[in-house]
T-cell receptor, first 112, second 116 residues
């Protein structure tokens, strides 16, 4: 069964600090992995996409990594801001299917 | 429109009533998804439409749930004889057919359903 596990479930950090969110998946065959950000009361918005051949991709203060061998991905947030407070969801798309598998998300709270 | 539009944004209903939730996808997006998100939980896949193909209904939790997509555009999710456990946010997403953003889901703001 295709599964996506995220850790930690929740995280509280101080503004300006860095943090790293983890994603492990068992989706096979693998097509791509996306990280979405979901603000409270809003729909998720894509931050990055990683394909099999990509190891690292940055989008501003967000850097995603992918290790296709160990089936792990991470999302690193640098110099956190209050607006980074949100749920971060790891989504893995299997090859041959248009129905992605969603993780349950990591809830990040950034305190001033 | 510029984004995926969902209505109503909030719906409060009594147990046993039927509800309809509407989704207007981004123009030109051929694929449309419905998800359910219960409080503090992840997104639960409900149904997937792709063009004129038969929808993938594998995620619908019971026969009280149904959805249709008319003319390949607007979609309606119907929940009959609502139960309290149906209370959740129902999210709609559409996906472009090809190009750089192919595979990315564009979500609406969701319809929050409360069943009393």
């Amino acid at each position: 069964k295709n599964q996506v596990e995220q850790s930690p479930q929740s995280l509280i950090i101080l503004e300006g600090k860095n943090c790293t969110l983890q994603c492990n998946y068992t989706v096979s065959p693998f097509s791509n992995l996306r990280w979405y950000k979901q603000d409270t009361g809003r729909g998720p918005v894509s931050l990055t996409i990683m394909t099999f051949s990509e190891n690292t991709k940055s989008n501003g203060r967000y850097t995603a990594t992918l290790d296709a061998d160990t089936k792990q991905s991470s999302l690193h947030i640098t110099a956190s801001q209050l607006s980074d407070s949100a749920s971060y969801i790891c989504v893995v798309s299997p090859g041959g299917s248009y129905i992605p598998t969603f993780g349950r998300g990591t809830s990040l709270i950034v305190h001033p | 429109g510029a984004g995926v539009s969902q209505s109503p944004s909030n719906k409060v209903t009594e147990k046993g009533k039927d509800v309809e939730l509407r989704c207007d996808p981004i123009s030109g997006h051929t694929a449309l998804y419905w998800y359910r998100q219960s409080l503090g939980q992840g997104l639960e896949f409900l149904i997937y439409f792709q063009g004129n193909s038969a929808p993938d209904k594998s995620g619908l939790p019971s026969d009280r749930f149904s959805a249709e997509r008319t003319g390949g555009s607007v979609s309606t999710l119907t929940i009959q004889r609502t139960q309290q456990e149906d209370s959740a946010v129902y999210l709609c997403a559409s996906r472009p057919p090809s190009g750089r953003l192919a595979g990315e889901l564009f979500f609406g703001e969701g319809s929050r359903l409360t069943v009393l």
